[in-house]
C-alpha cells in the first residue's frame, strides 16, 4: 500500500516536466508554430537555472532564470521562422542542435556541483491523510503549478477572447490577418510563452528532479514532449495526462527492478522511448483523426500579404 | 523600416552566397566569444580554423573526422529534398557500427584468417544492413501507421544508444578488458586499410568522395533521383506526375539509413578498433548541420564536411592549447545552422527599405 502511494508520487513527479514542456508547446502549436527547438531550449534553461539556483541558493530564481532563458531561445526562433520565413522544422532542428552545444559549453563549469536537497513540504493538514498524503500531497510546488498552468490553460484555450482568437491564427492566419489581427504578434507571444514554459520544465529537471546538471541531461524529454501534444491532440488537459503516463512508464523501470524483474537496466530505460513510438503509431493510424484536431495551419510559414 | 519582398525567382546567387556570409556570421561571433572569455582572438581563429590545416597529419585527421561526416550527410542531403525528416542518422550511425563491429567481432574470436581488402567489402555491407535496418522501422512506421518520422527516428537513437550501452556493459565486453565497458580490441586483419602510411586515414574517405559523386549522379542524372527532387519542392505536381510519395519514403530512408550505418562500421573498425559506449561524437546530428550548409547538394555536402571536421578538430585544439571546453565546437555548429537559415532568406526575399 505504502509503496503504490510512493510510486504515485514519483510518477507525478517525473511526469511534471513533461507536463510543463508539453503544455508550453501546445500554446504555440495551438497558434500554428511548431517548435522543434524544445530539446534545445530545455537545456540551455536546465543549465541556466541550475546556475541561478547555485549562485542564489534560491530555487524560485532559478525557475525564474530558466523561463527567462528558455524565452530568449524562443525569440531567436521565432524571429527566425516569424519574420524571416525560414522553415519552422529546420529552424527548430537548429536551436536544438545549438542548444545542446551551448548548454555543454556554458555548463562545463557546474559539473559535478551540488544544490541543497529543498524539502518537500507539502500541503499542510492534506500530507498526512494515510495514502493520499504522501501518494498525492508531499510534491514539490512546481507539480501543483503545472496542473494549475493545465487548468488556467483549458479557461484560456475555451473561454476567452483572446484564447479564441489564438486558435483562430493557429487555424486560419489568412483569415485572422483579414480580420486586422497582427497574426505575428500572436505568434511571437505565444512562441514566448512556449520557450518559457519549456524553460521551466528544464530548470524543474536540474533544481528538483535530478538535482544537478551534466551534459545531456534532458535525454530527449523535449521531443516527447511534442510527442505528448500530437497524442493529446492539442487539448490541455490530455497533455497533463499523457504527461502523468510517461512519468509512469519512467517509473516502472524503477519499480521492476526493485520487484526483482531480471532485464537489463539499458532495456527499461528504453520503455519511454519505445512507448512514445507505440503510442504515435496508435494515435497516428487514423489520420483523419490528426487531421480534424491538429491546428490546420501548423508548422506553414505565414507571410502577411502586402 | 525594412520589409521583405518576395523574388519572383530564387536568386542564384544568394543560394552560393548564403554559405558564405554565415560562416563569416560563425567566425565573427567565434572572435567575439574568444575575446569574452578573455583569449586573444586572432590566436583563438588561429588554433580553430588554421591549426587544423596545417601539415600532413593535421589534413588527414581531418580527412579522418569528415568521412563519416560526408556519408552521413550524403544520405541526409536526398532524404530533406524529397521533403522526407530522417533526423536519425546518428541512431542508424550506431547500429552500422554495432553490426560492423560484431561482424569484426567474430573474426577476431574466431581469428578467422582474412584479408583487410575482402574485409572491407563484407563491413561495408554490415554497416548498412545496421543502418538500413533502423532507418527501415522510421519508415516502415510512417508509411503503414502514418507515424511522424521526426520523432520516430530521433527516439529511436536513444533506443540505439543504450542498446550499444548494453552490449559493451553485458554480453560483449572484454572479459579481459579489467570490467570497463568495451569489447576486445579487434583483430588487425579487420582494420580498415590505411591511405597513408603512419596516419589514421583510411580508404573509407575515398569511398565517402566516390558515393558523393554517385549520389550527384543520381539526383541530377537519373529520372529516379529527379522523381525525388521534385517530390520535395512540389508534392501536388510530383502526385499528378505519378510519382509515388512511398516510394521516395522508403528510398530515402534506406539510402540515407545505409550510408549512415556504412559511416558507424567504417568509424568502428578504423580509428576505434573496438566497440564502447561512445562511438559516435555526434556525426549523426552534426551531419545535418553539413546537409545544410551543403545546400543539400552532394558535392557541397563534401566541403561543408570539411568545415565541420575543422570546427571538431579546432574545438579539441582550443581545449588543450587554449584550455577552453571542447564543447565550443556544438556552439558554433549551431551559430552556423541557424545563421545559415537567416541568410537563405535572402535567396528567396529582396530587403526593401519602405519609409512608414
Excluded at chain 2, 546567387?13 to 567566425?27: E, F, G, K, N, Q
Amino acid at each position: 500500500m505504502n509503496e503504490t502511494a510512493l510510486l504515485i508520487a514519483a510518477t507525478l513527479a517525473a511526469g511534471t516536466p513533461l507536463a510543463l514542456a508539453g503544455l508550453g508547446l501546445l500554446v504555440n502549436e495551438r497558434a500554428g508554430v511548431v517548435n522543434l527547438g524544445a530539446e534545445g531550449m530545455m537545456a540551455i534553461a536546465a543549465v541556466t537555472g541550475f546556475a541561478a539556483a547555485f549562485h542564489t541558493g534560491n530555487d524560485w530564481v532559478g525557475f525564474a532564470a530558466g523561463a527567462a532563458a528558455g524565452a530568449a531561445a524562443a525569440a531567436v526562433f521565432g524571429w527566425l521562422a516569424l519574420w524571416l520565413y525560414t522553415n519552422q522544422y529546420a529552424t527548430g532542428l537548429a536551436l536544438s542542435l545549438f542548444g545542446g552545444g551551448f548548454s555543454a559549453f556554458v555548463g562545463t563549469g557546474y559539473v559535478g556541483r551540488k544544490l541543497e536537497q529543498s524539502a518537500g513540504v507539502g500541503i499542510p493538514g492534506l500530507r498526512d491523510v494515510p495514502f493520499l498524503g504522501p501518494a498525492l500531497f508531499r510534491q514539490h510546488p512546481m507539480v501543483y503549478v503545472a496542473i494549475a498552468i493545465m487548468a488556467a490553460m483549458a479557461w484560456f484555450f475555451y473561454r476567452t477572447r483572446a484564447g479564441l482568437v489564438l486558435r483562430s491564427v493557429g487555424e486560419s492566419p489568412e483569415s485572422a490577418h483579414a480580420l486586422g489581427y497582427p497574426v505575428r504578434q500572436i505568434r511571437m507571444v505565444a512562441v514566448l510563452v512556449g520557450g518559457a514554459l519549456c524553460g521551466v520544465s528544464g530548470a524543474y529537471l536540474s533544481i528538483i528532479y535530478a538535482p544537478m546538471w551534466v551534459e545531456g541531461m534532458i535525454a530527449g524529454r523535449g521531443w516527447i514532449a511534442l510527442a505528448l501534444t500530437v497524442f493529446a491532440t492539442w487539448r490541455p488537459g490530455r497533455v497533463l495526462l499523457g504527461a502523468y503516463l510517461f512519468g509512469g512508464v519512467t517509473m516502472l523501470q524503477f519499480h521492476l527492478q526493485a520487484q526483482g524483474v531480471q532485464l537489463p537496466s539499458q532495456f527499461m530505460s528504453m520503455l519511454p522511448y519505445l512507448s512514445t513510438i507505440f503510442v504515435l503509431v496508435l494515435i497516428s493510424r487514423d489520420p483523419l483523426w490528426i487531421r480534424l484536431n491538429m491546428p490546420a495551419s501548423l508548422g506553414k510559414t505565414f507571410h502577411p500579404g502586402s | 523600416m525594412i520589409r521583405l519582398e518576395g523574388r519572383l525567382a530564387p536568386s542564384r546567387l544568394w543560394s552560393v552566397l548564403s554559405p558564405v556570409v554565415a560562416m563569416a556570421i560563425t567566425v565573427a561571433v567565434a572572435a567575439s566569444l574568444f575575446a569574452l572569455l578573455g583569449k586573444d582572438p586572432v590566436r583563438g581563429l588561429e588554433v580553430f580554423l588554421l591549426k587544423p590545416w596545417s601539415g600532413t597529419r593535421a589534413l588527414t585527421e581531418l580527412g579522418l573526422k569528415a568521412t563519416p561526416l560526408i556519408l552521413c550527410a550524403l544520405g541526409l542531403g536526398l532524404a530533406f529534398r524529397a521533403n522526407v525528416w530522417n533526423i536519425g542518422a546518428e541512431g542508424q550511425f550506431l547500429i552500422g557500427g554495432i553490426l560492423g563491429g560484431g561482424l569484426a567481432l567474430v573474426i577476431t574470436e574466431n581469428q578467422v584468417p582474412v584479408d583487410r581488402w575482402l574485409f572491407l567489402p563484407m563491413l561495408v555491407v554490415a554497416g548498412a544492413v545496421g543502418g538500413m535496418l533502423w532507418a527501415g522501422i522510421a519508415a516502415f512506421l510512417k508509411d503503414r501507421f502514418n507515424a511522424n518520422e521526426i520523432l520516430v527516428s530521433l527516439m529511436l537513437v536513444y533506443v540505439a544508444d543504450l542498446f550499444l550501452s548494453w552490449l559493451v556493459f553485458g554480453p560483449w565486453k572484454d572479459p579481459k578488458g579489467f570490467n570497463f565497458p568495451q569489447t576486445m580490441n579487434f583483430a588487425a586483419q579487420t582494420g580498415v586499410p590505411r591511405l597513408v602510411t603512419g596516419m589514421r586515414l583510411h580508404w573509407g574517405f575515398i569511398l565517402a568522395l566516390v558515393a558523393a559523386v554517385a549520389m550527384w549522379a543520381f539526383m541530377f542524372r537519373t529520372y529516379k533521383g529527379m522523381q525525388l527532387m521534385v517530390g520535395g519542392p512540389a508534392p501536388a505536381a510530383a502526385r499528378y506526375a505519378g510519382f509515388s510519395s512511398r516510394w521516395a519514403l522508403w528510398v530515402t530512408f534506406l539510402i540515407s539509413g545505409g550510408l549512415a550505418g556504412v559511416a558507424g562500421a567504417l568509424e568502428v573498425a578504423g580509428p576505434m578498433g573496438q566497440l564502447t559506449p561512445h562511438v559516435s561524437q555526434g556525426y549523426g546530428f552534426a551531419a545535418i548541420i553539413v546537409a545544410f550548409v551543403g545546400r543539400l547538394h552532394p558535392l557541397g555536402a563534401v566541403l561543408a564536411s570539411l568545415i565541420l571536421a575543422t570546427f571538431s578538430i579546432g574545438g579539441e585544439l582550443a581545449q588543450s592549447r587554449l584550455g577552453l571546453p571542447a564543447a565550443i565546437t556544438g556552439v558554433f555548429q549551431g551559430v552556423l545552422l541557424l545563421s545559415l537559415l537567416a541568410c537563405d532568406t535572402l535567396i528567396n526575399y529582396r530587403p526593401r527599405w519602405s519609409p512608414r
